[in-house]
């Protein structure tokens, strides 16, 4: 059974909301219908002359948590917030009478209170709500944090995040951005002719992406599943069927470590559409990234990773052996053998796992460990070798190398995008690839959809596909250093662990 030893000031709130009912106020609140927010008073009154409200008779009904009380005899101050901000409460024994105003001076910070009253201003200019009505909401039975402090321990702030949205103004102004930003990235596709759809969380089949996965186990049918790892090949099996601009925005999930960058449930949103490629994507992404600069945030130049970046375009554009040798001089779009590739490897102390021993993965590793982070303005990085995507077409005039690109913003992944794979004979053999490297140790490797496979034996058109990490891009736009400051419940490990 929960038992916990309650505070001194606790018992002394739980006393009062005793006193509360008493009196006939429900200490846990009923309906009140507010009228005004605090930050549409303030901006609506800012501009008026402090004499000239003494010839004013607006008046205006908020409601909100308590964040301050300055008790003062007959006469006090204090300040309530609502979703949209804090505003001053001027309350006053003359104003409300006795017995109210006693009432109020039984409240506590943390309190939800509705207040009635006229507007005015203080002699400081601060616009103020002289209190006429006073209703007492919801009595607060655990105190708030120390105002100046907050919740100091980063853990706290993530685990508690109610507190943290209480105390924290950055922390509201990033959960209310979110959305945001979100509904700009719809009405934008949606404006494009682009159709929003939901597939299956749950699959049999581990594909779309390379990650571990999250096993679950369907009880009636004695199956396990997996939780999706990423959106891909149910939107595509739309395009086959004729839905030709599709998108989904949605939660997946990665069986991987937790840092600032990474958690195991995160918001993905992949885009595909139909007779369209890799340039159509970039295009997309570039214009989609602008949209939200303008129409939401209000401007092109953010801080982020500890670096200034545009996103004005035109964006750097770029292969990813020809990034390579700009700061190694190796050049990889020379035909050269595993065993050469290999001793590159070697002479530059890159590990290579049994599973990543052909040219393409070392194209790769050189690539994580000497490109990625030195890509600080938006770029797009195309070109990937083939080993390294399963999923996507092969460029016709190198086949060694797929119509493949990811942006990267502060040397970051923002995006990965494709010329999407419509071969079901070539998919159907990269898939087999894949099985190998799962026989080798690759943990991450795809198994073989033959559904897929069949759907695009029907025909899917030529087509433009990319998927987004959202947490990641809002952390850019709102300018976070860490996924679990845009994320508002982030996965936690136990308190007793």
């Known amino acids: 059974m929960y038992e916990r030893k309650l505070t001194e000031q606790e018992l002394v709130r739980r006393d009062k909301a005793l006193k ?11 309906r009140y219908d507010r009228e005004d927010y605090a930050i549409d008073v303030k901006e609506k009154y800012e501009s008026v002359d402090h004499d000239a409200f003494e010839s004013m008779t607006d008046t205006v009904r908020v409601a909100g948590r308590i964040m301050f009380i300055r008790k003062m005899g007959k006469a006090s101050f204090f300040s309530i917030k609502d979703k949209s901000g804090s505003i001053q409460v ?3 024994i003359n104003d409300v009478g006795e017995d109210i105003y006693t009432l109020f001076k039984s409240a506590d910070i943390g309190d939800i209170v509705g207040v009635y009253g006229k507007v005015m201003k203080t002699k400081t200019g601060e616009v103020t709500i002289k209190c006429i009505e006073y209703t007492p909401l919801v009595k607060a039975l655990r105190p708030l944090p120390e105002k100046f402090h907050g919740l100091t321990d980063v853990e706290e702030r993530y685990r508690r995040r109610y507190v943290d949205l209480m105390m924290n103004d950055e922390s509201r102004r990033v959960a209310f951005l979110r959305p945001k930003i979100i509904r700009s990235i719809q009405n934008f596709l949606d404006n494009k002719g682009f159709v929003e759809v939901e597939t299956p969380v749950l699959s049999t ?6 990650a571990r996965p999250f096993v679950t186990h369907h009880n009636s049918q004695d199956l396990d599943m997996y939780l999706r790892i990423a959106l891909e090949l149910p939107l595509k099996r739309l395009l086959v069927g004729g839905m030709e601009r599709v998108y989904e925005v949605g939660r997946v999930f990665r069986n991987e470590g937790m840092d600032t960058r990474h958690n195991p449930e995160f918001t993905m949103m992949e885009v595909y559409q139909a007779y369209s490629d890799l340039e159509g994507m970039m295009d997309l992404t570039e214009k989609m990234f602008v949209n939200i600069a303008e129409n939401v945030i209000g401007k092109m130049d953010y801080h982020w990773n500890n670096q200034d970046i545009s996103v004005k375009g035109p964006w750097k554009r770029i292969s990813m052996v020809d990034a390579i040798k700009e700061v190694t001089g190796i050049d990889f779009k020379k035909e050269i053998s595993v065993d050469e590739a290999l001793e590159l ?7 290579v796992q049994e599973h990543e021993k052909s040219v393409g993965h070392i194209i790769n590793l050189f690539f994580e460990k000497y490109v990625e982070e030195t890509l600080i303005q938006p770029t797009f990085l195309y070109g990937h070798p083939v080993e390294i995507s399963p999923l996507t077409k092969k460029n016709k005039d190198d086949p060694r190398f797929v119509d493949r690109f990811e942006l990267f913003i502060a040397g970051r992944e923002m995006a990965n995008a494709y010329t999407e794979l ?6 159907l ?10 026989d080798l140790g690759n943990v991450e490797a795809n198994d073989i959809d033959m559904d897929f496979i069949e759907a695009l034996e029907y025909g899917m058109p030529p087509a433009g596909g990319i998927g987004y990490g959202i947490d990641r891009l809002v952390m850019f736009f709102t300018e976070q250093e860490s996924i679990r400051d845009v994320i508002l419940f982030p996965t936690m490990k ?3 662990k």
């Open 20 to 30: 509360l009912r008493e009196l006939g106020y429900d200490p846990f609140g009923s």
């Open 90 to 92: 001027y309350i006053s």
């Open 205 to 210: 089949l581990l594909t779309g992406a390379s």
């Open 345 to 351: 490897a070697k002479e530059h102390k890159i590990e």
């Open 422 to 427: 419509n071969d079901p004979i070539d998919q």
């Open 429 to 438: 053999e990269r898939f087999r690839e894949q099985l190998k490297e799962k």
């Open 494 to 496: 136990p308190i007793d």
